[in-house]
């Protein structure tokens, strides 16, 4: 496991984990030592937390509660994997909010909402897009809390067979989404027919193979817009979408703005980025205020 600490600011570490262990490799367990999200930018592994699992794949979230036992395997691919991690101090978490389900989540299949901005702070983490990690971050974390909150866990139980069945497929999917990709075509490629490809492949990943299709095109276009001045309409035809006016209704949807919007603030910034960055400087001013206080009354303490 190679980790590397791209920001510490205060109430957000983010840490660039690559994992290169495979099938021989011997899982062990770790401990979850404080609240964090984690974008899945690349590969696969089984995420297996308070007795469940959850199949992991690009564009998936892994979701970090305090003190919780976990166990990170790679039975089905030699690949490995590289996440983007924002691990949140306690008052960072109750600033954005969020329910007693939302860091019970476990894993979450690729969603649209969060798969634009994890590309976002990709972007960010390699220095191709002026939106500030700190910034990416914020918008990212507070972004889960409301995609999650009051969603309840969905744990996926299926053979080990089935789970490296659609973990395949999915990747398949992945690498060859700019493709008119039909289900009989994908159904083919995982040797099933098209009703078991699919009803295995939602069960396994928490999403369907068309969902899993437009959502990576979403996540490429996303990272394309994030890193340069392409125009719009190349950026859609190049990740899949046939359909200019298709592709712009599917990405405003998931991120909330346009396509053109979203490469401006990755890019020059807007008043949507001033509203982040306002936001970020009060929470620093708070965190900082709370350590000065811990200073000065050796008998308050606060977690970092």
């Known amino acids: 496991m190679l980790t590397a600490t791209a920001l510490q600011s205060g109430p957000i570490e983010v840490v660039d984990y690559r994992c290169s262990t495979g099938p021989d490799a011997r899982p ?4 979850h030592s404080g609240y964090s999200v984690s974008y899945v930018r690349k590969g696969s592994f089984s995420y297996r937390v308070r007795g469940e699992c959850y199949e992991l794949v690009a564009g998936s979230v892994l979701v970090g509660r305090p003190d919780d036992e976990f166990m990170c395997t790679h039975d089905h691919h030699v690949c490995g994997d590289e996440c983007l991690a924002f691990h949140l101090s306690p008052d960072f978490v109750d600033l954005i909010g969020g329910d007693a389900n939302t860091w019970r989540t476990g894993g979450l299949p690729p969603l649209p909402e969060l798969m634009v901005l994890g590309e976002l702070a990709q972007a960010a983490a390699c220095k191709h897009s002026d ?6 971050g914020l918008w990212f974390a507070s972004r889960f809390v ?38 009989d075509h994908a159904a083919r490629q995982a040797g099933l027919s098209p009703f078991h490809f699919l009803r295995l492949f939602s069960r396994v990943l ?3 193979p068309h969902q899993y299709l437009v959502r990576s095109r979403l996540r490429h276009a996303a990272r394309l817009l994030a890193d340069g001045d392409r125009f719009v ?23 909330g703005i346009s396509p053109r919007v979203f490469r401006q603030a990755a890019r020059n910034g807007l008043k949507e980025r001033k509203i982040l960055q306002d936001r970020m400087a009060a929470l620093l001013d708070d965190d900082r205020l709370i350590h000065s206080s811990s200073r000065k009354s050796p008998c308050t303490t606060t977690s970092e």
Request: aromatic share 6%; proline share 3%; charged share 25%.
């Open 206 to 208: 928490g999403v369907s």
């Open 131 to 136: 939106v500030g990690l700190d910034e990416a």
């Open 146 to 183: 409301e995609v999650v909150a009051g969603r309840e866990p969905t744990p996926q139980r299926a053979t080990a067979r089935d789970r490296q069945r659609a973990v395949d497929a999915a990747m398949w999917i992945n690498t060859h989404s700019q493709q008119d990709i039909a289900l």
């Open 28 to 31: 062990f367990t770790e401990v």
């Open 233 to 255: 309409t190349d950026v859609a035809l190049d990740v899949g979408f046939a359909d200019l006016s298709n592709f712009v209704r599917t990405f405003h949807r998931a991120a």
